[in-house]
Nanobody
Framework: QVQLVESGGGLVQPGGSLRLSCAAS????????MGWYRQAPGKQRDLVAT???????NYADSVKDRFTISRDNANNTVYLQMNSLKPEDTSVYYC???????????????WGKGTLVTVSS
């Protein structure tokens, strides 16, 4: 089994910054892509940003130039630096990782439990 644990959420004023972290642990041979998704109340879960094992990022248009995703492969950790936060960024943010648990099998998607980010004055 694989566990993903997020941290770093909280309350921030518009224009402020937060940094989310997500650490993966458990039965891990290799982690392919890692990423962040968010879900506001009553809405579907949407992609925020992903990053490949080689470090190539991909962003939703709504967060480009404001958010930066990075990863530490040695520690199986992914980060999301969020700057210039807006009220519409308020959501529960979920970490995702596609994990290969042993050689020769396909990767499986795992999710964290989520961390709440509230942007409000």
């Amino acid at each position: 089994q694989v566990q993903l644990v997020e941290s770093g959420g909280g309350l921030v004023q518009p224009g402020g910054s937060l940094r989310l972290s997500c650490a993966a642990s458990g039965s891990i041979f290799r982690i392919n892509s890692m990423g962040w998704y968010r879900q506001a109340p009553g809405k579907q879960r949407d992609l925020v940003a992903t990053i490949s094992s080689g470090g190539r990022p991909n962003y939703a248009d709504s967060v480009k130039d404001r958010f930066t995703i990075s990863r530490d492969n040695a520690n199986n950790t992914v980060y999301l630096q969020m700057n210039s936060l807006k009220p519409e960024d308020t959501s529960v943010y979920y970490c995702n990782a596609r994990v290969v648990s042993r050689p020769g099998i396909y990767g499986m998607d795992y999710w964290g439990k989520g961390t709440l980010v509230t942007v409000s004055s």
